[in-house]
């Protein structure tokens, strides 16, 4: 905001190339917002505003910029000032660049990575994508629980600096293993000769280096902490997830599910930014599925042409009762879709969500049911437009109604969690592949109730 | 998880009466795992295992319970019970829970409140609903900046209790106007004789008592903190938000938007707890729209019937035609929605958005149309389904193909910025919205094609 609001100004200061200016309106600005204004400019500025940066705040704002301007605005720097940054940005945000850069470039930077900082990194990295590993960072300080309140204050003051949080202080026995988290403000409010074992109540939350980034969101959610301890498998205390990387996670999770449900691959990038080809890439596969599956309703269709020949009056409601199914699905797969993620049913409560489905689509479906009878009789007293037998096709209409959706929200709600239960992402049974699904059944159900009602009259 | 498992053993002792054992088990828990087994309880067991927790930790236990089954406890305390819980809790807990209290019973609840917690709790409930001042606790600790190290940390020690987070430390001048913010880190890293000002640099970010809660949403993500102070119009300190009731109302949003996507109005409860009939209503709505929305495809089939009748196989294809337009253009609303709504996109960008999904639609389509072609010849060199005038039928479904899938992508991305600019929802726009769109003006395209190509032949 600030930064669209000021950019015609910092421009012409980087084009008269008045850094001392520029330098005092910078200022008073904090790293986020210069981050923001960084983004705006072309290329080849960013790095002239870059360099004019004091160092104390170069990296911080570095941190806040998305990985791709990161990686161009490395491109431009030299050696030894890509060199600062990589060893002096925070483990996590480190890790979260390195991924995506290319395999080539990645160990050019490792090498500009002092012996230290690029165990650290190698050691992030080799987590798999989306574990906690990949997420957490290496700077905590952990303290023993025989010293006094006052030694640990001594400690902090001593081995504080570049440590990511000190609102929460680990305690770890003689061989690095997790026994308690206590929270800074107590050292704070407790007598300084009290022992840190006074304070412990060996209730602590940690994470594993190897569980699901999804976990820490749930986690996190859960226990309403600012950070979480990570442990490897026999307890050694090895990093924290802090909330602010989760809050991203959890955005990118929403992001990815409510893109899976309009049918569309997660995009790795923003609308704005992802290359047009590679976007319809994404697009592309998921619409060609549905449209084979689709393109079973012409043989459905094909299958009753004969009866449609003899009353093409049916075919005029075929959009009516397909659309009015896969809406009805689309509903339901939504809301179990989104409880299932928010934990709010599981797979277990099936025989519920199934029970709660049927009389939800009966009462749906007859609520349509009526509006479009409602609909035929109107119009054929206005002008007999559907023939001297308009009953029984508004019936054949209303009760393929009924059918039709009870169809759809039973379908849409059962297939996220078959899914779910053979190991598949629920999310995949997006809105559109209920709606194809239900479009091909529901043309089953309405020429059959048609045969079922219309024979020896209409066909 | 850990209560489910427990849960039968936890029951034994419940019925049996065993309170000390029961107190024995649920000392090693934490509170946020005490709240999951209460509410997994049935109502009259609860209040028994809620009353034999220690008072130091039920009020915790009863903060992360939610607010149905916070309410349904209270009714079963007695007044000394609840008057303590209430006294107890942290203002930004209590608001949600006294939100949702009817108005009698808030009454009686805000009398058991002593003088102090009733003040705050009047001043944050008359705060508009989705606005900062809701979720803002008054619990943090204000210094003033000629204070030393020293005296500030004396000033904590003294002070810091039932403090929400201590985090953070808030600097206001004599006006209790907020100059600046400081993270208790620096003050544990920094000589105890240093001033306050020592440490300051002016850079703060805030937010307003009135500012949408989507806001803080948008500021926390942007600025990766834990706490963010609030002020009034003039700049006066009055609370903080802290990032775990961010956390909330981020999931809360995503929540909303993801069930607009279904054409579902946003649900005020979980699936699971959500009264059946009440779930109905939030999906009647739409679906009776939508349906009333279709009904137009019955007219626009309509005023095709005698083209229809003369070609019946052009009816065989109207499914696949308009559920093609309608899942391309629900990718499109989609994508633009949540671009909307992450600020990747904003109105302005509407050339841009449409300039992308005009191409994209084109190629998309033409995907789609050559896989109907081959579809068509394919099953006409078998079975000879289509007749002698295969191949212009062929061409007919392929540029209508084109033409509807183009619209498609067009309406689902142009809709959602139109609405934001009329000053409505973009989420408003969901999927089965734009496909019931689609399908009318997309059944216009196909046959106005079929008129033009069939004319002579077919028609």
């Keep these: 905001m600030l930064g669209q609001i000021l950019q015609p100004e910092i421009k012409d200061l980087i084009n008269s190339r008045d850094f001392s200016s520029l330098k005092e309106v910078l200022d008073d600005w904090t790293p986020a917002d210069i981050a923001d204004l960084l983004s705006d400019l072309p ?43 990589l060893n002096d940005m925070s483990p996590d945000d480190r890790t979260a660049m390195l991924e995506e850069v290319p395999a080539s470039i990645l160990k050019q930077m490792m090498n500009l990575l002092s012996v230290k900082e690029r165990h650290v990194a190698q050691s992030l990295l080799g987590y798999p994508e989306n574990s906690v590993g990949r997420l957490m960072t290496p700077d905590y300080l952990a303290i023993r629980e025989d010293w006094t309140v006052q030694e640990v204050l001594d400690y902090i003051r001593k081995h504080g600096k570049d440590i990511e949080t000190l609102n929460i202080i680990y305690i770890t026995n003689e061989k690095g293993k997790l026994i308690d988290d206590i929270r800074i403000g107590e050292f704070l409010l407790a ?75 997660a995009l790795e990038d923003s609308y704005a930014a992802i290359p047009l080809l590679q976007m319809i890439k994404k697009r592309a596969g998921w619409l060609s599925v549905l449209f084979v599956g689709e393109l079973f309703t012409a043989s459905a269709m094909g299958f009753f042409e004969h009866e449609i020949s003899k009353a093409v009056v049916l075919a005029l409601f075929v959009p009516l009762i397909i659309s009015s199914g896969g809406n009805s699905g689309s509903q339901a797969a ?114 059959s109730i048609a045969l079922l009602l219309l024979k020896g009259t209409l066909l």
Tied chains: 1, 2.
């Design 334 to 447: 939504t809301l179990v879709i989104r409880a299932l993620s928010l934990g709010e049913v599981t797979i277990r409560d099936w025989y519920f969500v199934m029970k709660r489905e049927i009389i939800s689509g009966l009462i749906l479906g007859t609520i349509l049911a009526i509006l479009g009878f409602l609909r035929i009789t109107l119009w054929q007293n206005f002008s007999g437009i559907y023939g001297p037998h308009w009953l029984p096709i508004a019936f054949t209409v209303s009760f393929a109604l009924v059918g039709v959706v009870m169809w759809g929200t039973l379908m849409g709600s059962m297939l996220p969690l078959g899914l779910k239960k053979i190991g598949f992402d629920p999310a995949a049974s997006s809105a559109p592949f209920v709606a194809t699904l239900v479009d091909v059944t529901g043309l089953m159900i309405y020429f």
């Design 43 to 85: 290329d080849h500025e960013q790095a002239i505003l870059f360099r004019i940066l004091p160092k104390d705040i170069a990296t911080d704002t570095f941190e806040y910029l998305d990985v791709d301007v990161q990686l161009s605005l490395l491109k431009a720097l030299g050696n030894e000032e890509v060199a600062f940054i």
């Design 191 to 265: 007598p300084l000769e009290l022992n840190v074992n006074d304070l412990m109540d060996g209730n602590f939350t940690y994470l594993q280096v190897f569980d699901d980034q999804e976990k820490a969101v749930e986690v996190f959610k859960k226990y309403d902490r600012i950070a979480i301890p990570v442990t490897d498998s026999s307890g050694i205390l090895v990093g924290i997830v802090t909330v602010d990387d989760v809050l991203d996670v959890a955005e990118e999770e929403a992001t990815e599910d409510f893109q899976k449900l309009g049918a569309v691959e």
